[in-house]
């Protein structure tokens, strides 16, 4: 048994927590301990079962072992040092411990070393470093920009990685369904979980596009893309595991449905005939829809899991959702 001290994306707090609890349930071997802010502490029955958590998070920043959990004070930190004969890194989480950054100097050096101690509050969590994520080496060959196809106003690799997460796919013995695919952003993540996926497009070019990047990236064993209509699923009952989508805006929204909301609740309503009894669906609208689109929900039978907002930028905020059928009969 082994227990980790995990930081948090600031950025995303919310998001980043409900994404380590969907991979922990899905994977098995960890559990959540408790979370002090954008710190979570986390217990794993061994080390592989810790790493591959951290391999699939995609907001997890950083992580140590745990060494300790103290009250934040220059003294405690400086019996660190004299303990572990180390330098010692002192990260203050949104501002938290600046005076005893100035009184602790005497003993640490603010600079990568071989213990890291958060400041949350009152109390200091002692690590050892084992893993730092770095979204460029991660996700940055995968960036829309670097794709053989690409298409504007696709998603971030790092944010498709989470919208796959939430739906709680694990392994090739999965199968997740992206309806709205586009050029395959979300195919390709699933791809680097191991998870075999299925794409579909209205957009016959979409489709092509999907189909070039899946290739481009040797996913095309994990990938299947196919044309089709995502208010009217070409899939049989039950087939699904799991569905995780970023359906359009705008006026690409209005193809096979009179409308966003109208093209959303049909999504919906279908997917409950596709997935499996406990599959999730995971999508985001415009969060000016989110009205109308939660009222279809309630009218379709449909439980809200959780729900999230993703600042885009200035204009456009999204509302993330997980759902599930209320109905599981």
């Known amino acids: 048994m082994i227990e980790l001290a995990l930081r948090l994306s600031g950025e995303h707090v919310d998001l980043a927590i409900a994404e380590l609890l969907s991979v922990v349930n899905a994977e098995g071997g960890c559990a959540i301990k408790t979370r002090i802010d954008e710190i979570v502490l986390l217990r794993c029955d061994d080390m592989r079962s810790a790493k591959e958590v951290l391999r699939r998070c995609a907001f997890v920043k950083e992580a140590g072992l745990l060494l300790g959990i103290m009250r934040a004070s220059r003294e405690s930190i400086c019996s660190l040092q004299k303990r572990y004969m180390g330098r010692i890194e002192v990260v203050r989480i949104r501002g938290f411990g600046k005076r005893l950054g100035r009184s602790a100097g005497g003993c640490t050096r603010n600079e990568e070393g071989r213990l890291r101690v958060y400041i949350v509050g009152s109390l200091a969590i002692a690590t050892q470093p084992i893993y730092e994520r770095s979204l460029e080496r991660e996700f940055g060959p995968r ?21 796959v997460n939430l739906s709680g796919v694990r392994g090739p013995a999965s199968t997740l369904l992206d309806p709205f695919c586009g050029v395959g952003g979300f195919l390709l993540e699933a791809c680097m979980l191991g998870v075999y996926s299925i794409g579909m497009d209205i957009d016959e070019k979409a489709v092509l596009g999907a189909k070039a990047n899946a290739e481009f990236f040797n996913c095309g064993w994990l990938v299947d893309v ?104």
Do not use: N
Request: overall charge positive; hydrophobic content about 40%; aromatic content about 6%.
């Open 226 to 329: 196919i044309q089709g209509d995502a208010s009217t699923l070409p899939l049989r009952s039950g087939c699904i595991d799991a569905i995780s989508t970023d359906p359009p805006y705008g006026r690409q929204a209005k193809v096979g449905a009179e409308s966003l909301v109208d093209l959303i609740s049909k999504f919906v309503a279908d997917s409950l005939r596709v997935i499996g009894k406990e599959g999730k669906v995971v999508f985001a609208i415009p969060i000016e829809l989110e009205k109308d689109v939660e009222s279809k929900l309630v009218d379709l039978g449909v439980a809200v899991l959780s729900k999230h907002l993703d600042w885009v930028h200035g204009s456009l905020v999204r509302a993330l959702y997980v759902v599930e059928r209320v109905d599981k009969t």
């Open 143 to 163: 960036a829309p920009h670097r794709r053989p196809m690409y298409r504007p106003g696709a998603m971030k690799p790092h944010l498709a990685r989470l919208y």
